[in-house]
């Protein structure tokens, strides 16, 4: 196998959602009281909902400028690529990058649908989460049948409508949902208890994937606001693994043997210590926490339950032994910072070279297809959907990559040359994200 042979699926990209997107799908007084993008006084886009306003469209979105802008903060879609929020462009972007289809987290109500937790109408909101769903399956995902992986939030405030509303997105095709990696930070119960048990049911008995995302809950560890923000930066995927210690410990697992859950956005170096170290402190600590891992190590249950996904991680690659070659997957997270567009094979190609065609296979794109029931090769040709197949498309549609400058706020007045700390980050947040999410990330009051 070369570079150009690879089949790449990303599970991990993300929408800044258009201002239209609910007039196909809505009507009357339901479309009149859906969320809906306006300019603030500022002439910032702002998605404005129950008399709340949720001021980023596009958190990060930097796709497409150089790298000394990548600290801005876009504050109006007319400074993004197209491709961040027009479906068929973000097409032409995914072929130049040689990715055959993606799965994307949206960017309105957050990765999970945690800001609709704070609004006063919850059965309201019920009715347009659903109507969102039927956005992104039909409109988003459904103009480019096997290009993108479905994936629907939820209503996790009322169960019964969880449970109802799983069954009618499986039922649109649909097999994939996205909810916090800890909902007591949305005011509900913890994953232990027994509120989630219709969930967890339902889940496995519509064979169904969990993605739980890194800022869906848990706050990134923030040291204080005076450190260099490349701290921050450094350990934001690494903060998975708590998520992942706690659902891990989840009874459910023992219970539905066939329960998915994927890990996003939060690579896979670290996974080898983390399933070493939760063996050593069961063979310790077994005998007097009641732990429910008696017969089978942690270790083997995380290799049965849990999907890692990378974005650049030539460690982890290194030691797929120790990881699972069934249980590893990329992900490009375009349209954020760390995203290598458009340049992912070049920079996956020589991290995952040394392994066999069949490995590269499966974590390029095989267990995507396998974790997420998707199956791009129904509605396309596997040597349509490789690499080079891809990059010669874009190639011919002329698409351009070439670096461009934008707008957006600073985290710095120009001309300040000290390090960018996590309090400066926060600022800027601050002045254009809503304050009770950013408190959330930062795991302080802000």
């Known amino acids: ?26 009507s009357g007084d339901l479309l009149e009281s859906a969320p809906r993008m306006v300019k603030d006084e500022n002439g910032k886009d702002v998605w404005v909902y129950q008399g709340q306003s949720f001021a980023s469209v596009a958190l990060n ?21 197209e491709g961040v929020y027009m479906v068929d462009e973000r097409v032409k972007d995914m072929d130049v990058n040689g990715i055959a289809a993606s799965l994307n987290f949206g960017s309105v109500f957050d990765f999970a649908g945690g800001r609709l937790h704070r609004v006063p109408d919850k059965a309201l909101a019920v009715k347009h989460v ?11 995902c459904g103009a480019h ?14 169960m019964d409508a969880t449970i109802a509303e799983l069954k009618r997105v499986t039922d649109k095709g649909c097999h994939t949902v ?44 923030h040291a204080s606001m005076e450190t260099p923000i490349e701290a921050w930066i450094s350990t934001m995927p690494m903060t998975i693994a708590y998520a992942a210690s706690d659902w891990l410990q989840l009874e459910a697992l ?14 896979i170096g670290w996974v080898p210590y983390f399933t070493e170290r939760a063996d050593f ?71 995952i070279n040394h392994l066999t065609d069949a490995q590269i296979d499966k974590i390029t794109h095989g267990n995507a297809m396998r974790w997420f029931r998707f199956d791009p090769f129904q509605h396309h040709a596997k040597a349509d959907l490789t690499v080079g197949a891809l990059r010669a498309k874009a190639k011919a549609e002329g698409v351009d990559i070439t670096p461009k400058s934008s707008l957006g706020e600073r985290p710095l007045e120009e001309g300040d040359v000290r390090p960018v700390t996590s309090g400066d980050i926060m600022k800027m947040f601050m002045r254009h994200e809503d304050a009770d999410r950013m408190s959330r990330m930062a795991g302080q009051e802000a």
């Not at 659903?130 to 988003?140: R, V």
């Not at 519509?206 to 848990?218: P, R």
């Open 145 to 158: 049948p096997g290009r993108f992986i479905p994936c629907a939030i939820l209503p996790t405030w009322d």
């Open 130 to 140: 659903s109507a969102y769903n039927d956005w992104h399956i039909d409109e988003w």
């Open 254 to 267: 023992h219970k539905y043997p066939d329960m998915r859950i994927a890990l996003s956005e939060g690579s």
């Open 1 to 26: 196998m070369e570079m150009n042979d690879m089949v790449i699926i990303s599970v991990d990209d993300h929408i800044s959602e258009p201002p239209d997107m609910f007039k196909n799908h809505l």
């Open 178 to 221: 996205s909810i916090s990696e800890n909902p007591t930070c949305q005011g509900l119960p913890s994953i232990h208890n027994e509120y989630w048990d219709p969930f967890y049911k339902a889940i496995t008995d519509l064979d169904m994937t969990i993605c739980i995302h890194i800022g869906g809950g848990n706050p990134a560890p």
């Open 61 to 81: 979105a930097v796709v497409g400028r150089p790298f000394e802008e990548y600290g801005m903060e876009p504050t109006s879609l007319d400074q993004l690529r």
């Open 281 to 351: 402190s069961n063979s310790r600590h077994k005998y007097w926490t009641n732990s429910r891992f008696q017969h089978l190590k942690p270790s083997e249950m995380f290799k049965r339950h849990f999907l890692n996904c990378f974005i650049d991680d030539a460690f982890g690659l290194q030691n797929v032994k120790f990881i699972g070659e069934d249980n590893i997957a990329y992900e490009c997270d375009y349209p954020h910072s760390d995203t290598l567009w458009p340049e992912v094979p070049e920079r996956l190609w020589p991290t």
